[in-house]
């Protein structure tokens, strides 16, 4: 029997982003045996076009989005936005496209800002376009009593990764007299906290700890931040790699002690899963998802964002007391594996496209 189609939009699957891994993880999963899902690309992430280019694909997308919906008869529209202006305008478009073709609308908010500090000079209309969609899902509990209070319904779905990639490996016990081996993984952007990182290296190194950073990512910031490293006197401590994906990624996290994620803002960080499920105990801000899924003392520690000195004792403390760093890394791995599994996004997931489209349900069934 016909499988009923699910269009996910997102930006293009070779982009580096947490959003991509989102969208490929999705498309692999078990939610695909149920549902035919169909990928439509969007944003700029992953193109290489100039100013004109991107204005004429904006003008030209929904449209095409409209002929993708026609010609595959498409049931479900799952976008994937950031509460930001650019992604937020751009999605409305999408959104008001697909509920004209007559499908319904999944609308997944991964991060950006929350809806109280979002164009506050028209509060009534952001609620009415937030309750446009069929169903509302967010990554954080604190995101969905937001959301809640502005008198939005909406669902907490956490990410999920596939677990079997980041615990294949055996962790080495921690050498005692060895440097910490810390890594970071994501974008080189400036809200990764990474400037305050360095300065931490700095007053860790002052303070007679010795640590070693591995930064996998790339980004607009890379010139920048090479720069700073280069001023602080941290070329024998910090070590540029690029982006890394698939074993090469897991294989740094299964070798790392510390996960650094001191970021100004986040959903739900998909490094901060994969790094826990290496047995990476995070050093990490409190921001967005990432209290729900760490407790502070328990998988790894939680600073101040925008901060360098908290950042500094954090690192000392692991540093010094390397049997705590061990129960934490013990704790990480529990922790992801029960919880935060692609198997467990792809059946909540399922039961939202379920309860938006319950005749295609029965046809998925």
Known sequence: MKRPVALVLGPSREAMSGVTTHVNLLLGSRLADDYALWHFQVGSEGRNEGALARWLRLAASPWQLAATLLRLEAEIVHVNSSLNARAYWRDLAYIAVAKLCGAKVLYQVHGGALPQKFFRLA????????????????LAHVELQAYQAFGVPALVVPNGIDCTLFTRYNRAPADAGAPLKLAYVGRLAPEKG????????????????????????????????RSRVRELKLQKDVSFVGALEGD????????????????????????????????????????????DVMHDGVHGLLVPARQSAPIARALARLGSDRAALARMSAACRKRIAAGYSIERVAAELSGVYNRLVPCAASQAG
């Open 248 to 291: 090469q990624k897991a294989r740094l996290l299964s070798q790392s002690d510390v996960l650094l994620l001191a970021s100004y803002s986040e959903g739900l960080p998909y490094a901060l899963l994969e790094g826990m499920a290496a047995g990476a105990v995070p050093v990490a801000s409190p921001v967005g998802a990432i209290p």
């Open 194 to 225: 990474l400037y305050e990182t360095f300065e931490a290296l700095v007053l860790l190194r002052e303070s007679g700890t010795a640590a070693r950073l591995v930064v996998a990512g790339s980004g607009p910031e890379e010139a920048r931040l």
């Open 123 to 138: 509060p009534s209309f952001l609620r009415a376009a937030l309750r446009w969609p069929d169903a509302l899902v967010v």
